[in-house]
């Protein structure tokens, strides 16, 4: 396969990962509803998922490097990693803001994955709390 089709597998292996993280996601607020603890989420996420088939860790620490250097050992934490490409940042809150989207866009950079979710189960709808973050060069 060449350098052209492998691109597309591996944007094709992100969207259907992206779209079993939702399908995952529906099924948890489904049961769950709004309103409970991020922790709640994230584990009954990682129960999901696993049962879905899919590598996935949870409170993942990425160190902070700065001019080359490691400057914090767990500088950040991340909610899931699945499959080692995509983070997903949980919340629970009234309203998503814009500095929720920086955090995840900052992590995504940091750890230099290609794409986040940032899902919000604090939504009736839970279509409405979820906000995917591509992390473009």
């Given amino acids: 396969m ?12 992100l969207n259907q990962i992206s779209s079993e993280i939702i399908g995952a996601a529906i099924n948890v607020h489904k049961e769950l509803g709004p309103g409970l603890l991020e922790s ?37 934490r991340i909610d899931l990693l699945i499959e080692d490409i995509i983070i997903v940042e949980l919340k629970s809150v009234e309203k998503i803001q814009e500095v929720h989207k ?17 899902i919000n189960f604090n ?6 709390g979820i906000t995917r973050i591509i992390n473009a060069p």
């Fill in 102 to 118: 920086k955090q995840l866009l900052t992590y995504l950079r940091l750890a230099k994955k290609p794409l986040g979710l940032l």
């Fill in 123 to 128: 939504e009736v709808l839970l279509k409405n």
């Fill in 40 to 76: 709640v989420y994230q584990t009954c996420m990682i129960v999901e998922l696993q049962q879905m088939g899919r590598k996935v860790h949870g409170e993942v620490s990425f160190p902070i490097y700065y001019r080359n250097q490691i400057v914090q050992e767990e500088g950040f």
């Fill in 2 to 13: 060449g350098e052209g089709g492998e691109q597309l597998k591996y944007k094709m292996d």
